[in-house]
């Protein structure tokens, strides 16, 4: 089945440690984000990319670094700069093209602190 | 970043009552979406609107793209238990070369039986 796949589900960081976590889609899509989600809140977007070897910052994007070197995969590291990483962590992945296209989502990474 | 406004923040409906939540921002939009989310788990899409004044339906839901373009309504008709969660919208618009995403902070849905 085509679909957007996070891993791991749950993820432990140590004081000074960076993390990194997974993101894979197969719905051939050329667009893929990364946001951040807190109690209570909406969707706060750290990284996008829409197109294979680039990506821009979103509006939370310091302290957290991504990769594009394949259109399917779309890393994201959580670095020791990035002082309150404790939260729900979405990727997603959209259509590229004339028209906005709906992002689809995964099923999310939950980063806590040891 | 802007997020939209959403309301209401939460709701207690009884089971078989119709719901209603809407979506609202000073900017205008080119595409309104509305997502479900559930515990632990990351949004579904459950309908995407392109045009002012469409109305949609999936199911028991329906949607409508405001004609002003600056607010959407979802509406679930006859609620069940399984309709529990968060409901967030989101609105697309052409911004410095690309197409934002702008995401409202959800609405969440408590159904008794």
């Known amino acids: 089945d085509g679909g957007i796949t996070q891993s791991p589900k749950y993820l432990f960081r140590k004081e000074g440690q960076n993390v990194t976590l997974s993101c894979e889609q197969n719905?051939?899509?050329?667009?893929m984000y990364w946001y951040r989600q807190d109690p209570g809140q909406g969707l706060r977007l750290i990284y996008y990319?829409?197109?294979?070897?680039?990506?821009q910052k979103g509006d939370i994007a310091e302290g957290y670094s991504v990769s594009r070197e394949k259109k399917e995969s779309f890393p994201l590291t959580v670095t020791s700069a990035q002082k309150n990483p404790t939260a729900f962590y979405l990727c997603?992945?959209?259509?590229?093209?004339?028209?906005?296209?709906?992002?689809?989502f995964g099923d999310g990474t939950r980063l806590s602190i040891l | 970043g802007q997020q939209l406004n959403q309301s209401p923040q939460s709701m207690f409906i009884q089971e078989g009552e119709d719901v209603s939540m809407n979506c609202t921002s000073s900017?205008?939009?080119?595409?309104w979406l509305w997502y479900k989310q559930e515990p632990g788990e990351g949004p579904v899409l459950l309908i995407a609107?392109?045009?002012?004044?469409e109305l949609t339906s999936n199911g028991r839901l329906t949607a409508q793209f405001g004609i002003t373009r600056k607010d959407s309504f979802l509406n679930i008709s006859a609620s069940i238990p399984s309709d529990v969660g968060i409901y967030f919208c989101?609105?697309?618009?052409?911004?410095?070369?690309?197409?934002?995403?702008?995401f409202g902070t959800g609405t969440r849905l408590k159904v008794l039986a």
């Open positions: 997603a992945s959209s259509k590229k093209g004339a028209n906005n296209q709906p992002q689809h």
């Open positions: 719905l051939n899509h050329d667009a």
């Open positions: 990319s829409q197109i294979v070897n680039d990506f």
């Open positions: 900017s205008i939009f080119n595409t």
């Open positions: 609107l392109y045009k002012a004044g």
């Open positions: 989101a609105g697309t618009r052409w911004d410095s070369g690309t197409y934002k995403y702008i």
